[in-house]
């Protein structure tokens, strides 16, 4: 689908797609990802990630660190920029579930469709799913 | 990883006690002062000059900004984007503190272990 890496420069090809499934504090699984993604940046891979269903929410603007002292996600979402992870993809179905347009988002992933999704998986190596 | 155990003390000049972990990380990163920062520098035979500090105070930056202190790659972008070009390359931050940069400035900055420093 070479349209999509028309419309940003962001590529849908990469080593690693992350699969980013939880929304933050309630579970680990959002923290483990994106360490992954760091991980993966830090041994020079081309990490992609997805936010797909509740992930979304992850990418909500305004979020404080999690309770009991926990860090929040947003400064490690904000640090992948210094780790060169920019190929970013949200679930554009989900956006829409939970009433959410780009403008509600911190970073400026890329929507996808179902098919888009399904190219962004085929163009990756490994894909892992947390 | 930041750890708790606490292994020794650090002694300032003042009399007090700094403890840190195995590794001689600090255990607790509010303990970090100037004083405390060359000791730990001293401990890595390191002599602290204004190129040490800069890339210091760089680093304190980034944890300040992302809560985790940064490894090699995103050490060397944060380095350039503050301090030019020039100085982020890895053989300048090599030379400045010899071994594993980010782990070693991550210390002598009074900041955890690099999470994803391989």
Known sequence: MPYLEEQNGCSTKGDILLVLRHAPHGSSWLREGLDIALVGAAFDRDVSLLFMGEGVLALLSGQQAGALGQKGTHPTLQMLEMYDIDALFVEQRAMERYGLVQEDLILAPQGLEEAGMADLIKHHDLVLTF | ?118
């Open chain 2, 1 to 118: 990883m930041a750890s708790t155990e606490i292994y020794r003390y650090l002694v300032l000049n003042n009399g007090q006690s700094i403890p840190v972990d195995p590794e001689g990380y600090l255990v607790d990163r509010t303990h970090w002062s100037l004083d405390v920062a060359r000791i730990l520098a001293k401990e890595a035979s390191i002599q602290l000059d204004e190129e040490h500090w800069a890339v210091i105070e760089v680093v304190r930056d980034f944890y300040r900004q992302y809560e985790m202190a940064p490894a090699m790659r995103p050490l060397v972008k944060a380095v350039g984007k503050q301090l030019g070009a020039e100085k982020g390359r890895s053989i300048h931050l090599m030379r400045l503190f010899p071994g594993s940069p980010a782990k070693v400035v991550a210390r002598i900055a009074g900041l955890p272990k690099p999470a994803n420093c391989l």
